[in-house]
């Protein structure tokens, strides 16, 4: 089987972060079918190991990894199950993608990749090829796995997103979790649902840095300004679906004696803040329709310090790389909002390539989350990873892509985070280089992989296997 069937099976396992055990035992099936060595782990990570060609066996050892979880988003009106269905795959010229969801190209095409190259008589050193759970909810399938058993040198990380990049170093991140605890008051008045969807989204760490617009900030700036001229209550919101993706919808439901003159007045401010939005997001869209009366809703002291925490959280850049031009230093994303019986949680995902800064934005978090009555928590930490200066499989890869495609590849360091730091820190020695096809729009229901930019990009893996030593 090639790459291709490779993927179009795994995106018929549903797969997103939290709910990988099928696709972990995919793999495994895979191992024992093609009589190749292999440890699952009870986290669900998964290395196959296969020995090196004929005339190869002293040559270094070659990783090759990827994540097998997705962050599963979907269109508001897309009515897939992500636990239980799969995505619906379709081609338009040449872009592959998923119909009303993400795709999950991010990282899937990984695991085909490395499943079609283990599946091939492609000569290669001995390989460790090592697919990890749960990368887009803070790395937790790396960060739990025993690398104890591999010893490669070098590690080929296909978790990057634009052909002819080659990455060599990433910021670290975290996420922290902001729960305001509630309680509910009896609902007086008519109910309204307030739907703010049609953004862009993406991914916060590559595309942080085109301000995009944050679907639940943008929705709680719209609830504010409200709040100023009419009384209302919040008894539900919703919106988001992961910390590292940046939110395209929300939605909520209040309730207020003045629905009339509410819903005109929503739309007055949705047209004036939507204004300069929809110049780069033309499909931003408030809509404001009758729903049933809540049986409760949140006490005014409660909404009041949410919306007040949400006008000051920092989110988006916060400060750019003092050295390397049109390169974040900082950012944070909240990614998520979501209310249950007892509390709202919002979930946000600061990154920086200074453990300092990251360091000091957390603590801005955690006094902010103080001063508006919130319980603050950190959790999913992750190290960034450094420049190795000297390293022997940039140069060798650089030299490849330029004989095979006559340019050279860029070579840079990146804001989101990659798994390559957890790796680089437990194994020193090893010389990483991260790299993929183009894929657009990831984390978010636009995500499209170029077919053609996927077929380089195994070609390319193809001679780096067989030109690695």
């Given at each position: 089987?090639?790459?291709?069937d490779?993927?179009k099976?795994?995106?018929?396992?549903?797969?997103?972060?939290?709910?990988?055990?099928?696709?972990?035992?995919y793999?495994?099936?895979f191992?024992?079918?093609?009589?190749?060595?292999?440890?699952?782990d009870?986290?669900?990570?998964?290395?196959?190991?296969k020995?090196?060609?004929?005339?190869?066996?002293?040559?270094?050892?070659?990783?090759?990894?990827?994540?097998?979880?997705?962050?599963?988003?979907?269109?508001?009106?897309c009515?897939?199950?992500?636990?239980?269905?799969?995505?619906?795959?379709?081609?338009?010229?040449?872009f592959?993608?998923?119909k009303?969801?993400?795709?999950?190209?991010?990282?899937?095409?990984?695991?085909?990749?490395?499943?079609?190259?283990?599946?091939?008589?492609?000569?290669?050193?001995?390989?460790?090829?090592v697919?990890?759970v749960?990368?887009?909810?803070?790395?937790?399938?790396?960060?739990?796995?025993?690398?104890?058993?591999?010893?490669?040198?070098?590690?080929?990380?296909?978790?990057?997103?634009?052909?002819?990049?080659?990455?060599?170093?990433?910021?670290?991140?975290a996420?922290v979790?902001?729960?305001?605890?509630i309680?509910?008051?009896?609902?007086?008045g008519?109910g309204?649902?307030?739907?703010?969807?049609?953004?862009?989204?993406?991914?916060?760490?590559?595309?942080?840095?085109?301000?995009?617009?944050?679907?639940?900030?943008m929705?709680?700036?719209?609830?504010?300004?409200?709040?100023?001229q009419?009384?209302?209550?919040?008894s539900?919101?919703h919106?988001?679906?992961?910390d590292?993706?940046?939110?395209?919808?929300?939605?909520a439901?209040?309730?207020?004696?003045?629905?009339?003159?509410?819903v005109?007045?929503?739309?007055?401010?949705?047209?004036?803040?939507?204004?300069?939005?929809?110049?780069?997001?033309?499909?931003?869209?408030?809509?404001?329709?009758?729903s049933?009366?809540?049986?409760?809703?949140?006490?005014?002291?409660?909404?009041?310090?949410?919306l007040?925490?949400?006008?000051?959280?920092?989110?988006?850049?916060?400060?750019?790389?003092?050295e390397?031009?049109?390169?974040?230093?900082?950012s944070?994303?909240?990614?998520?909002?979501?209310?249950?019986?007892?509390?709202?949680?919002?979930?946000?995902?600061?990154?920086?390539?200074?453990?300092?800064?990251?360091?000091d934005?957390?603590r801005?978090?955690?006094?902010?989350a103080?001063?508006?009555?919130?319980?603050?928590s950190?959790?999913?930490?992750?190290?960034?990873?450094p420049?190795?200066?000297e390293?022997?499989l940039?140069?060798?890869?650089?030299?490849?892509?330029?004989?095979?495609?006559?340019?050279?590849?860029?070579?840079?360091?990146?804001?989101?985070?990659?798994?390559?730091?957890?790796?680089?820190?437990?194994?020193?020695?090893?010389?990483?280089?991260?790299?993929?096809?183009?894929l657009f729009?990831?984390?978010?229901?636009?995500?499209?992989?170029?077919?053609?930019?996927?077929?380089?990009?195994?070609?390319?893996?193809?001679?780096?296997?067989?030109?690695?030593?």
């Amino acid at each position: 089987m090639n790459y291709l069937d490779y993927f179009k099976e795994l995106c018929a396992i549903p797969h997103g972060s939290g709910n990988t055990r099928a696709i972990s035992d995919y793999v495994a099936a895979f191992a024992r079918t093609h009589a190749l060595r292999y440890i699952q782990d009870e986290a669900g990570n998964v290395i196959i190991f296969k020995e090196a060609s004929a005339g190869r066996e002293q040559d270094p050892g070659v990783m090759i990894q990827g994540h097998l979880d997705m962050v599963t988003v979907k269109d508001p009106d897309c009515d897939i199950d992500f636990l239980r269905d799969p995505l619906t795959l379709e081609t338009d010229g040449d872009f592959l993608y998923a119909k009303g969801t993400s795709l999950g190209g991010d990282d899937g095409i990984a695991v085909a990749m490395a499943l079609a190259i283990l599946d091939s008589e492609i000569s290669h050193p001995r390989l460790e090829c090592v697919f990890t759970v749960d990368e887009e909810v803070g790395m937790l399938g790396a960060a739990a796995l025993n690398m104890s058993p591999l010893s490669s040198r070098y590690l080929l990380n296909m978790d990057s997103e634009d052909e002819g990049v080659l990455t060599v170093s990433c910021a670290g991140g975290a996420r922290v979790s902001f729960d305001f605890p509630i309680t509910r008051e009896k609902t007086v008045g008519e109910g309204l649902k307030v739907t703010l969807s049609g953004l862009t989204g993406g991914h916060s760490g590559v595309e942080i840095h085109k301000n995009r617009t944050n679907a639940i900030l943008m929705l709680l700036d719209i609830l504010r300004e409200l709040s100023l001229q009419v009384s209302f209550r919040i008894s539900d919101i919703h919106g988001g679906s992961a910390d590292n993706a940046i939110p395209s919808s929300c939605q909520a439901v209040i309730v207020t004696e003045e629905a009339e003159h509410a819903v005109h007045l929503l739309n007055d401010i949705a047209l004036r803040l939507l204004a300069p939005v929809r110049e780069k997001e033309p499909g931003a869209a408030l809509l404001c329709e009758a729903s049933a009366l809540p049986e409760a809703m949140i006490t005014s002291g409660v909404q009041n310090a949410l919306l007040g925490f949400a006008a000051e959280l920092p989110n988006g850049v916060i400060a750019m790389n003092k050295e390397m031009e049109d390169m974040v230093e900082t950012s944070s994303n909240l990614g998520t909002i979501q209310m249950d019986s007892d509390k709202i949680r919002l979930v946000c995902a600061p990154r920086s390539a200074s453990d300092t800064e990251k360091d000091d934005l957390i603590r801005t978090f955690m006094s902010l989350a103080q001063t508006h009555g919130a319980i603050a928590s950190v959790s999913g930490e992750y190290p960034g990873w450094p420049l190795r200066k000297e390293s022997r499989l940039v140069p060798l890869m650089s030299e490849i892509y330029e004989k095979m495609y006559g340019k050279k590849p860029e070579v840079v360091a990146i804001h989101a985070g990659l798994e390559c730091g957890i790796f680089s820190q437990h194994m020193p020695d090893l010389d990483i280089v991260s790299y993929g096809p183009d894929l657009f729009d990831i984390h978010s229901p636009k995500e499209r992989l170029s077919l053609s930019s996927a077929e380089r990009t195994w070609k390319y893996t193809e001679e780096i296997l067989k030109q690695i030593h």
